[in-house]
C-alpha cells in the first residue's frame, strides 16, 4: 500500500521555484514538464532575467512571479497582463511569496546568500523544501535545521552529492553514520600546481568537465570550495560531525558520494551526471519516478578512480573546514567573502589564487561571533560583502 502515490495522483503537486531562470530553475522545470500529471507549477521567481520569466510563465501558468530587479517589473506585468497571472517585484515580495498557501513544495534555487531569507520564511510557513542553494545550510544550517524541525518541516536535498546520501540514508535512519564521503570530480585544473593555477583564466576555469552548471558553482567547483561549502552542508543536513565527512576526489562524477555505517559497510548511489535526476526525487520523494532521461550503464566505466584531494594546491577546501570547526559566523565571513572573491575573479579583477588568499584574510580578519540568532549571520554578511566589494570589484 502506497499511501503517497494515492495522494500525489489526486492533487497535483504545487511547485513554487525561486530561481527559476537560473541553471537548476530550468532543469526543474523540464522535470515538471516531463511529468505533468504529477506537478504544476504555482510560483516562479527570477533575479532579473524578465525574458526568461516571461517566457517560463507563459508555458507554465503559474498562479503568480517575482521579478526581484524592481525595474524589470512593468515589462514582466504588462507582458503577462493577458495570462491573468499575478506579478510582484523586490526582494520582499520573495520573502512573502513564500508563505502561499497554496505551495506544496518550495525549490529552493537562489544563487548565494539571497536564499536564506525566503527559506527561513518558507519553513516557518510549513512548506517543505527542495533545497539547492547550499549557501543557506552553510551560513544557518544550525537554525535552518531546528527551525525545520520545530516546524516539521521536511529538507530535501538537491545538491548530487547529498542527494546520493540522502538516497543511502533511506531505510537507515535509526543506524549511525560511520563516515559520509562526499565525492568531487576536481574540476577543470585536478594535477595542477601553483604555478599554473596562478595565471588561469575566469573562461579555462569555467570549462567544468562533468557538469554544466551556473558560472558561481562552477568556479567554486574549481577552487574545491564547492566541495567545503557540500562539507559544510552535509554537516547540518545529515547531523554528522565535520571530522566524519571525508571530501575525496573521482573524476569520472558517477558515484555521487558514499556512506560507511558502523558494520563497515559502504553505500554509494550511482548515475550520470545529470541535475534532473536529483531534482526530480527531491520532488516526487518517496517515490522514484520513470522518465526518459539517458541512463547509467556500469559497463561503460571500467575504471572507477579515487584519490585525496590537493589541499596544498586548492586551500579553499581547508578554509571551509577551518570555518565549520569555529562555528558561529565563520562560515558566513567564508561564504561572504567567497561569494565576492569569485565574483572579483569573473571580472577579471584577481587571479584564481587570490580566491583563497582572500578568503583566509577575512577569516582572520572578522570577528568571531556565535550563532546566536539568524541577524548575526545577516549583519556579519553585510559587512564583509560592503568592505569586500570596495576592495575587489
Ligand atoms: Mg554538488
Not at 516571461?54 to 497582463?81: H, R
Not at 569520472?252 to 536529483?278: C, T
Amino acid at each position: 500500500m502506497h499511501f503517497a502515490a494515492g495522494y500525489i495522483y489526486m492533487k497535483k503537486k504545487k511547485i513554487a521555484i525561486f530561481g527559476s531562470t537560473g541553471s537548476i530553475g530550468k532543469q526543474t522545470l523540464e522535470v515538471i514538464n516531463h511529468h505533468n500529471d504529477l506537478f504544476c507549477v504555482e510560483v516562479l521567481t527570477s533575479n532579473t532575467n524578465s525574458d526568461l520569466l516571461i517566457e517560463q510563465s507563459i508555458k507554465f501558468k503559474p498562479n503568480c512571479v517575482v521579478i526581484a530587479d524592481k525595474n524589470e517589473y512593468k515589462k514582466v506585468n504588462d507582458a503577462l497582463m493577458p495570462y491573468d497571472i499575478k506579478v510582484f517585484a523586490g526582494e520582499e515580495s520573495l520573502c512573502d511569496i513564500a508563505t502561499m498557501e497554496s505551495i506544496d513544495l518550495v525549490v529552493m534555487a537562489l544563487v548565494g546568500f539571497s536564499g536564506l531569507k525566503p527559506t527561513i520564511r518558507a519553513i516557518e510557513n510549513g512548506k517543505t523544501i527542495a533545497l539547492s542553494n547550499k549557501e543557506t545550510m552553510v551560513v544557518a544550517g544550525e537554525i535552518i535545521t531546528s527551525l525545520a524541525k520545530k516546524h516539521n518541516v521536511a529538507i530535501l536535498p538537491i545538491d548530487s552529492e547529498h542527494s546520493a546520501i540522502f538516497q543511502c540514508l533511506c531505510g537507515e535512519f535509526l543506524n549511525r553514520i560511520e563516515k559520509i564521503i562526499l565525492t568531487a570530480s576536481g574540476g577543470p585544473f585536478l594535477g595542477k600546481d601553483k604555478d599554473f593555477l596562478r595565471n588561469v583564466s575566469p573562461k579555462e576555469a569555467l570549462q567544468h568537465p562533468k557538469w554544466s552548471m551556473g558560472r558561481k558553482v562552477t568556479i567554486d567547483s574549481a577552487t574545491l570550495m564547492n566541495k567545503g561549502l557540500e562539507v559544510i552542508e552535509a554537516r547540518w543536513l545529515f547531523d554528522v560531525n565535520a571530522k566524519n565527512i571525508e571530501a575525496i576526489i573521482h573524476p569520472q562524477s558517477v558515484i555521487h558520494s558514499f556512506v560507511e555505517f558502523e558494520d563497515g559497510s559502504l553505500k554509494a548511489q550511482l548515475a550520470l551526471a545529470d541535475m534532473r535526476l536529483p531534482i526530480q526525487y527531491a520532488l516526487s520523494y518517496p517515490e522514484r519516478l520513470k522518465n526518459n532521461f539517458p541512463k547509467f550503464n556500469i559497463l561503460s566505466y571500467p575504471n572507477l578512480n579515487f584519490q585525496k584531494p590537493d589541499t596544498n594546491t586548492f586551500e579553499c577546501l581547508l578554509l571551509a573546514y577551518e570555518a565549520i570547526e569555529k562555528g558561529g559566523n565563520m562560515p558566513t565571513i567564508l561564504n561572504a567573502a567567497n561569494e565576492i572573491a569569485v565574483e572579483s575573479f569573473l571580472k577579471g579583477n584577481i587571479g584564481f589564487l587570490d580566491i583563497a588568499e582572500n578568503i583566509r584574510k577575512a577569516m582572520n580578519k572578522y570577528t568571531f561571533q556565535p550563532l546566536s540568532n539568524v541577524d548575526v549571520c545577516y549583519q556579519t554578511d553585510k559587512t564583509v560583502r560592503a568592505e569586500l566589494s570596495q576592495l575587489l570589484l
